[in-house]
């Protein structure tokens, strides 16, 4: 192993955070809990789609996520090592041929869909899941505070908790 592959190694290790990444391919149906910031608040946004693709390697690697929103296709593509990505859960693993499903996005309906994998890689792969989602340290909730001075306006203003 190179220097730079060594020094990759680290920054994912330290990314991560000891966080399981799951095993997952095209065609998985995904769960990605991304956390959003707007303004001074933060909230995780749950982004459910299939996989149609994955590229690059090591901390550069990213994965496509393409769902369908109200009638329209929306793509997604989220760095594999991202802080931002809470966690990542397969909901089904899909059984596909390809290594880019970009033909996806010419089908409508019950032609995009695809079909379950139930072999004995997929039970190992989702057995292998559930043992890292249950050695996984659960994350503490994090209480928010109003700043005081928004607090003191409100209650001066009759608009407090009564």
């Known amino acids: 192993m190179n220097l730079i592959q060594t020094i990759e190694k680290e920054e994912i290790a330290r990314v991560t955070g000891g966080k399981p990444m799951p095993k997952f391919q095209?065609?998985?149906?995904?769960i990605v809990n991304v956390r959003i910031k707007e303004g001074e608040?933060?909230?995780?946004?749950a982004y459910e789609g299939v996989c149609i693709a994955r590229s690059g390697g090591g901390l550069q690697e990213s994965f496509?996520?393409?769902?369908?929103?109200?009638?329209?296709?929306v793509e997604r593509v989220f760095p594999l090592y991202s802080p931002n990505i809470e966690s990542i859960d397969v909901v089904r693993r899909g059984k596909v041929r390809r290594a880019k499903l970009y033909y996806l996005r010419e089908l409508e309906g019950k032609r995009a869909r695809i079909v379950e994998r139930?072999?004995?890689?997929?039970?190992?792969?989702?057995?292998?899941a559930a043992?890292?989602?249950?050695?996984?340290?659960?994350?503490?909730?994090?209480?928010?505070?109003?700043p005081k001075a928004v607090a003191a306006t409100r209650a001066a203003k009759g608009g407090g908790k009564k």
């Open 26 to 30: 095209p065609g998985d149906t995904l």
């Open 41 to 45: 608040r933060s909230r995780v946004q």
């Open 64 to 73: 496509t996520v393409r769902k369908i929103s109200y009638g329209e296709g």
């Open 118 to 128: 139930q072999d004995a890689a997929a039970a190992a792969m989702d057995a292998e």
């Open 131 to 146: 043992a890292l989602k249950a050695a996984a340290p659960k994350a503490e909730k994090v209480k928010k505070e109003r």
